[in-house]
């Protein structure tokens, strides 16, 4: 059993040395209670509770702690895609529910599956969604003094559970001051990808993150049998024409856990129920 997380980037120069520590506690007790709940649940099962406890968090750019957009509303997106299925599912620009997550599990079961802005809202409702803020006060202010400090956040999970499946789940609040109807890459196949060989998901500028086809690209090439350290390199080498700003992280069906990023820092933390491995 292998997970690793991802809670966006980590920006030197905008953030405190407290936050850093707060990020890496927060991201070492949410690895492992992640784990813990892999032990008895399936990879599916798992990033979405992962993906979950990340929203709650509001630390981190998904769920409570969004980011708002241009006309002072939060919109967010998340999906989860079963390796084994080949399923996605996804919200694009859900508005006021506490875990977006949640939703895209519950449309992993009928046929239109991934649903975007008052319809992605309405079906949430139907199932029963209660209204929900996930408005913070420092958001708020961030908005209103035009300067955001956590632009490049997103969470994000992979999961290999006992039986050898793997799952992945993203969840965002998208880039902060965003146009409406701007749509991120979490709840697309470059940003959230899956099947039963790889399993990868993106952090960054989602604009760039869509031109670099990121998380499909590492998939696709792991299933054509490159290592998985070699699927990272040439798809992040492709990145580098355009600056491309992007995390990823990933396992494979092998148990190997990779992650990588095109500008520092990525936040991230795997954990194999022996060893963790943090970012610095
Ligand atoms: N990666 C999140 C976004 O660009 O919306």
Do not use: W
């Not at 979950?52 to 002072?72: M, R, T, V, Y």
């Not at 309405?122 to 199932?127: I, K, L, P, S, T």
């Not at 880039?175 to 990808?193: C, H, I, P």
Request: glycine share 10%.
């Amino acid at each position: 059993m292998k997970i690793i997380i991802h809670g966006g980037f980590f920006s030197e120069s905008s953030t405190c040395d407290q936050t850093k520590i707060d990020k890496q506690q927060s991201m070492e007790r949410i690895v492992k209670e992640a784990y813990q709940y892999l032990e008895t649940h399936t990879a599916l099962e798992t990033v979405v509770f992962a993906n979950s406890l990340l929203e709650n968090d509001p630390l981190f750019n998904a769920g409570i702690g969004s980011q708002i957009q241009s006309d002072g509303e939060i919109r967010m997106s998340a999906s989860i895609m079963d390796g084994v299925s080949k399923k996605m599912s996804g919200v694009i620009n859900i508005e006021k529910v506490k875990n977006p997550i949640l939703v895209a599990e519950k449309l992993l079961t009928v046929d239109d599956r991934i649903l975007s802005g008052n319809g992605a809202t309405q079906y949430a409702r139907e199932q029963g969604f209660p209204e929900f803020s996930t408005e913070i006060p420092q958001r708020r202010a961030e908005y209103e003094e035009k300067k955001n400090a956590n632009r490049q956040g997103t969470v994000g999970c992979v999961a290999l559970d006992k039986e050898g499946k793997i799952a992945v789940a993203t969840s965002t609040g998208g880039k902060g001051f965003e146009l409406v109807g701007r749509v991120s890459d979490s709840a697309t196949v470059a940003g959230n990808y899956c099947n039963e060989f790889c399993g990868v998901s993106c952090t960054g500028v989602g604009e760039d993150i869509v031109s670099g086809a990121v998380a499909a690209k590492i998939v696709t090439r792991v299933t054509d049998g490159q290592p998985i350290q070699e699927a990272f390199a040439k798809t992040f080498k492709e990145l580098l024409p355009f600056d491309g700003f992007c995390g990823a992280i990933a396992i494979d069906s092998f148990g190997n856990i990779f992650h990588q990023d095109s500008h520092p820092k990525m936040v991230f933390a795997s954990y194999d129920g022996i060893n963790l491995d943090i970012f610095n």
